[in-house]
């Protein structure tokens, strides 16, 4: 039973997590993460890029900055806290009894896996113009408790195995942003244009359980498919408007890919592979990830079975780059602190664009010379909630935040976002 739950138990988890909505509003910079994301309208320089590109005209920008591998992740189970997701890994180091206490904490409807990775590979900003690259992959993975059940325990004669809700979606693409600012009288305007580079789109899941009953011998057949795309391209545009009303105090609009064009590319392939007993108590986790890489061949509607064509048919609906309305103020009591709030939300629908529909979130900075520390919450307006922190020591910005995004059949969703960057800006700024 340990080699079986070891390796299979590996295999399905490694599957979710590749899978792998967001873990909340997963932000592109350290510092918006620390203040619970009402950064709006603090961010000047290259963070202004992805959020609104009007703030580099703002007063106060640096003449020049940049910022160098940020990277953010963020992850949230349902049931399951993550220290058991990744213990999943590894079930023949666990005794029966956290076996057990797995199975009783995932809902009766099943657990889901959540996963968001944004890398902001470099960002610049020099005057009135910003440049940047960045990577984001998104995903989701539901796990039917029976299918948990059936790893862990085995396959038991005579029991009715009924896995319907294991599936996933999983999107990355790469994100090529140019920015230009300038002021207009007392109000600062701002554009982005974005290249999108489609990475791979995947959807994935359980398409069909046969029960297997003697005369032969008896087993359950577990099969799993996805149909994926690979590449795709298109542009987006961002605009924004900033001001300071008052001295010390900002407020700050955008609204993120007002127009987009981005497809993914028709051509589909497809994968499958399937689960027996001999997988479930000596299989490993190499082979059946193999013979499921070994699987991929063309995708053809004509000849896929039912289960396998809807998944193609789900594969595009609602993955464009996501059109996000962001609205934050800013106000500066005395020159090292910062009170901030925010607002964003998603004005049409994308399955990549994040796990909450909305956010408003309140944050606090303080400078003391080269450290920066910040705090923050956020809420989706309904039962998810983020409390996060942050400081800065020099050129390293780190951030984390807890995420509890509400319960299902009495159990909550939770997890964490971490994100570090290194940056640097001249000391000089603009008027």
Same mark, same amino acid.
Not at 18 to 40: C, D, E, F, I, K
Not at 222 to 246: L, Q
Not at 329 to 353: K, L, T
């Given at each position: =039973?340990? =080699?079986?739950?070891?390796?299979?138990? $590996?295999?399905? @988890?490694?599957?979710?997590?590749?899978?792998?909505?967001?873990?909340?509003?997963?932000?592109?910079?350290?510092?918006?993460?620390?203040?619970?994301?009402?950064?709006?309208?603090?961010?000047?320089?290259?963070?202004?890029?992805?959020?609104?590109?009007?703030?580099?005209?703002?007063? /106060?920008?640096?003449?020049?900055?940049?910022?160098?591998?940020?990277?953010?992740?963020? $992850?949230?189970?349902?049931?399951? +806290?993550?220290?058991?997701?990744?213990?999943?890994?590894?079930? /023949?180091?666990?005794?029966?009894? *956290?076996?057990?206490?797995?199975?009783?904490?995932?809902?009766?409807?099943?657990?889901?896996?959540?996963?968001?990775?944004?890398?902001?590979?470099? &960002?610049?900003?020099?005057?009135?113009?910003?440049?940047?690259?960045?990577?984001?992959?998104?995903?989701?993975?539901?796990?039917?408790?029976?299918? @948990?059940?059936?790893?862990?325990?085995?396959?038991?004669?005579?029991?009715?195995?009924?896995?319907?809700?294991?599936?996933?979606?999983?999107?990355?693409?790469?994100?090529?942003?140019?920015?230009?600012?300038?002021?207009?009288?007392?109000?600062?305007?701002?554009?982005?244009?974005? !290249? !999108?580079?489609?990475?791979?789109?995947?959807?994935? /899941?359980? @398409? &069909?359980?046969?029960?297997?009953?003697?005369?032969?011998?008896?087993?359950?057949?577990?099969?799993?498919? /996805?149909?994926? $795309?690979?590449?795709?391209?298109?542009?987006?545009?961002?605009?924004?408007?900033?001001?300071?009303? $008052?001295?010390?105090?900002?407020?700050?609009?955008?609204?993120?890919?007002?127009?987009?064009?981005? *497809?993914?590319?028709?051509?589909?392939?497809?994968?499958?592979?399937?689960?027996?007993?001999?997988? !479930? *108590?000596?299989?490993?986790?190499?082979?059946?990830?193999?013979?499921?890489?070994?699987?991929?061949?063309?995708?053809?509607?004509?000849?896929?079975?039912?289960?396998?064509?809807?998944?193609?048919?789900?594969?595009?609906?609602?993955?464009?780059?996501?059109?996000?309305?962001?609205?934050?103020?800013?106000?500066?009591?005395?020159?090292?602190?910062?009170?901030?709030?925010?607002?964003?939300?998603?004005?049409?629908? +994308?399955?990549?664009?994040?796990?909450?529909?909305? +956010? #408003?979130?309140?944050?606090?900075?303080?400078?003391?010379?080269?450290?920066?520390?910040? &705090?923050?919450?956020?809420?989706?307006?309904?039962?998810?909630?983020? #409390?996060?922190?942050?400081?800065t020591l020099g050129p390293l910005n780190l951030g984390l935040a807890r995420v509890h995004d509400g319960d299902v059949d009495g159990r909550p969703r939770t997890g964490w976002v971490a994100t570090a960057s290194l940056s640097a800006r001249s000391n000089s700024v603009m008027p």
């Amino acid at each position: =039973m340990q =080699m079986r739950a070891h390796r299979v138990g $590996a295999a399905l @988890v490694a599957a979710a997590l590749a899978a792998g909505h967001a873990a909340a509003q997963v932000p592109l910079t350290a510092r918006s993460l620390g203040m619970g994301n009402a950064y709006l309208g603090v961010a000047l320089g290259q963070e202004a890029l992805f959020l609104n590109p009007a703030n580099i005209a703002l007063p /106060g920008n640096p003449h020049w900055s940049f910022s160098i591998p940020t990277f953010t992740a963020g $992850a949230t189970a349902l049931g399951l +806290s993550l220290g058991q997701v990744n213990s999943f890994r590894d079930f /023949g180091e666990l005794d029966q009894g *956290e076996r057990d206490q797995i199975l009783a904490d995932i809902p009766a409807s099943g657990t889901e896996l959540r996963a968001d990775v944004r890398v902001p590979l470099v &960002a610049l900003q020099i005057r009135r113009f910003a440049l940047g690259v960045s990577y984001a992959f998104q995903g989701n993975h539901t796990l039917d408790r029976d299918i @948990v059940d059936l790893l862990v325990n085995g396959y038991q004669p005579g029991r009715v195995y009924s896995i319907r809700n294991t599936g996933g979606l999983a999107a990355s693409y790469m994100d090529f942003a140019a920015a230009y600012a300038r002021r207009v009288g007392p109000v600062a305007l701002g554009v982005t244009g974005h !290249y !999108y580079r489609g990475g791979t789109l995947g959807r994935m /899941g359980v @398409v &069909a359980v046969d029960t297997i009953r003697p005369p032969a011998q008896p087993d359950v057949h577990v099969t799993y498919a /996805g149909v994926h $795309a690979e590449g795709g391209s298109g542009f987006g545009v961002d605009v924004g408007a900033a001001m300071r009303p $008052a001295p010390g105090v900002t407020l700050s609009g955008s609204l993120s890919n007002v127009f987009n064009s981005f *497809e993914w590319d028709a051509d589909l392939r497809q994968k499958s592979v399937t689960l027996t007993s001999q997988d !479930y *108590e000596s299989g490993s986790v190499e082979s059946v990830l193999t013979r499921f890489d070994e699987s991929e061949r063309a995708f053809d509607a004509a000849t896929a079975v039912d289960s396998v064509r809807r998944l193609a048919a789900d594969l595009e609906r609602d993955t464009g780059p996501p059109s996000v309305l962001r609205l934050g103020a800013a106000w500066e009591p005395r020159p090292s602190m910062v009170v901030a709030a925010a607002y964003q939300g998603n004005v049409a629908n +994308s399955r990549i664009g994040g796990m909450w529909d909305q +956010s #408003l979130g309140v944050g606090w900075q303080q400078r003391f010379s080269f450290v920066s520390l910040r &705090a923050g919450v956020a809420t989706d307006l309904e039962d998810g909630g983020l #409390l996060s922190g942050g400081i800065t020591l020099g050129p390293l910005n780190l951030g984390l935040a807890r995420v509890h995004d509400g319960d299902v059949d009495g159990r909550p969703r939770t997890g964490w976002v971490a994100t570090a960057s290194l940056s640097a800006r001249s000391n000089s700024v603009m008027p």
